[in-house]
């Protein structure tokens, strides 16, 4: 049976993040206020299922802190330092992003428990790697924090690959929100390919002013490299994984990356409180074993898998053992959901997919 190398830092469960319905803060008639989603809880029961699932084909390693030389080959080094003095202050960035004393610590481990885990990729230590992490990265642009993302911690890894030498990197993030830090940070560049599959949710204002729409497909040299794969509301495995087959793989294929790298949310998981849409246990398994199956052809089998959202804390933990089992190659998901009960329509859904395909086909011939 195959097996990884996990990383993991316990700073990461120091970033303190309140009540809030949901992400914002609730109402004063609320007897018993809502924890934030993006809370430490959801790490623990994330490390609890792994534990729990696969037992000792995870060697769990530690993490680290990012430097801010490191921070800085992607995030303005002014940003950095407003980030620092930010949560020493205790500060909301913006509606759902809030920094507390520990936050700076927190992030900073995320953002290097990702690196550390790219590293044991490229050192040739591991094939497979997946860093458990918060708070998540993939808001994160160059000088902007959103959406609980305060350092770009996928992007950061990709980023480390270009430098050490690979020449092409492909990034998939299926969290269920745009990955709008990572397109902006590579919109401009032709060596790594940023496929961001989400809910159709559009900008949420000036902390996030893209829309995820397939027509925002990169500039310049980049065009045609960044891929949003914008499903509406509702889609579940059959839509997620027609997508992937019909648009994501035709396009990592043609790109041929050397790396694969994966933005690895479960909040499109059925019963999460920040997304809309109804992917089970069995579909991100299935995710789990199509990122792999890229790995295996193009990249002699390296995969780095980087934890983004997920806050269902329970249904969450075990769609990412699902994920991780996926991703080693296991034929079959490790249990039945026991939680699965919506209706799986992929038809609703072949208009969506059709507008990704018009959108990127100038660029990428497979789609034909």
């Given at each position: 049976?195959?097996?990884a190398?996990a990383?993991?830092?316990?700073a990461c469960?120091?970033?303190?993040?309140?009540?809030?319905l949901?992400?914002?803060p609730?109402?004063?008639?609320?007897e018993?206020?809502?924890?934030?989603?993006?809370?430490?809880?959801?790490?623990?029961?994330?490390?609890?299922?792994l534990h729990?699932?696969?037992?000792?084909?995870?060697?769990?390693?530690?993490?680290r802190?990012?430097?801010?030389?490191?921070?800085?080959?992607?995030?303005?080094?002014?940003?950095v330092?407003e980030?620092?003095a930010?949560?020493?202050?205790?500060?909301?960035l913006?509606?759902?992003?809030?920094?507390?004393?520990?936050?700076f610590?927190?992030?900073?481990?995320?953002?290097?428990?990702?690196?550390?885990?790219?590293?044991a990729?490229?050192?040739?230590?591991?094939?497979?790697?997946?860093?458990?992490?918060?708070?998540?990265g993939?808001?994160?642009?160059?000088?902007?924090?959103?959406g609980?993302?305060?350092?770009?911690g996928?992007a950061?890894?990709?980023?480390?690959?270009r430098?050490?030498?690979?020449?092409?990197?492909?990034?998939?993030?299926?969290?269920?929100?745009h990955g709008?830090?990572?397109?902006?940070?590579?919109?401009?560049?032709p060596d790594?390919?940023?496929?961001s599959?989400?809910?159709?949710?559009?900008s949420?204002?000036p902390?996030?002013?893209?829309?995820?729409?397939?027509e925002?497909v990169?500039?310049?040299?980049g065009?045609?490299?960044?891929?949003?794969?914008?499903?509406?509301?509702?889609?579940?495995?059959?839509?997620?994984?027609?997508?992937?087959?019909?648009?994501?793989?035709?396009?990592?294929?043609?790109f041929?990356?050397?790396?694969?790298?994966v933005?690895?949310g479960q909040?499109?998981?059925?019963?999460?409180?920040n997304?809309?849409q109804?992917?089970?246990?069995?579909?991100?398994?299935?995710?789990g074993?199509?990122?792999r199956?890229l790995a295996?052809?193009?990249?002699?089998g390296?995969?780095?898998?980087?934890q983004?959202?997920?806050?269902?804390?329970?249904?969450a933990?075990?769609?990412?053992?699902?994920?991780?089992?996926?991703?080693?190659g296991d034929?079959?998901?490790p249990f039945?959901?026991?939680?699965?009960?919506?209706?799986?329509?992929?038809?609703?859904?072949?208009?969506?997919?059709?507008?990704?395909?018009?959108?990127?086909?100038?660029?990428?011939?497979?789609?034909?």
């Amino acid at each position: 049976m195959s097996e990884a190398d996990a990383f993991f830092h316990p700073a990461c469960l120091d970033h303190e993040t309140g009540y809030g319905l949901f992400d914002v803060p609730g109402p004063a008639w609320l007897e018993v206020p809502e924890i934030h989603p993006e809370s430490a809880p959801r790490v623990r029961n994330m490390r609890g299922a792994l534990h729990g699932v696969l037992g000792d084909r995870l060697r769990w390693r530690d993490g680290r802190h990012a430097t801010t030389e490191e921070l800085a080959t992607l995030h303005d080094p002014s940003y950095v330092e407003e980030i620092r003095a930010a949560a020493a202050a205790g500060t909301r960035l913006t509606a759902t992003t809030v920094l507390a004393p520990g936050s700076f610590e927190a992030a900073t481990a995320a953002a290097g428990t990702a690196l550390a885990a790219a590293d044991a990729i490229l050192a040739g230590e591991t094939d497979v790697a997946y860093a458990l992490v918060r708070p998540p990265g993939h808001h994160a642009s160059r000088r902007q924090a959103d959406g609980y993302c305060f350092f770009n911690g996928t992007a950061l890894a990709a980023e480390r690959a270009r430098r050490a030498g690979l020449a092409r990197v492909a990034i998939v993030d299926w969290d269920v929100h745009h990955g709008n830090g990572t397109q902006t940070i590579f919109s401009d560049r032709p060596d790594v390919l940023c496929v961001s599959f989400h809910m159709r949710h559009g900008s949420w204002g000036p902390s996030h002013p893209e829309t995820g729409a397939p027509e925002e497909v990169g500039t310049g040299e980049g065009a045609g490299f960044n891929v949003n794969v914008e499903l509406g509301l509702g889609a579940g495995d059959g839509a997620y994984l027609q997508a992937f087959d019909e648009v994501v793989e035709p396009i990592v294929d043609a790109f041929a990356p050397e790396l694969v790298v994966v933005a690895c949310g479960q909040d499109a998981g059925q019963f999460d409180p920040n997304g809309r849409q109804a992917v089970t246990c069995a579909g991100f398994h299935a995710l789990g074993r199509r990122a792999r199956a890229l790995a295996e052809r193009h990249t002699g089998g390296r995969l780095l898998l980087v934890q983004e959202g997920g806050y269902a804390p329970t249904h969450a933990a075990a769609c990412l053992a699902a994920t991780i089992c996926g991703a080693l190659g296991d034929a079959e998901p490790p249990f039945r959901d026991p939680t699965s009960f919506l209706p799986d329509e992929p038809a609703r859904f072949e208009d969506d997919i059709a507008r990704v395909r018009v959108a990127l086909a100038a660029y990428w011939p497979a789609l034909g």
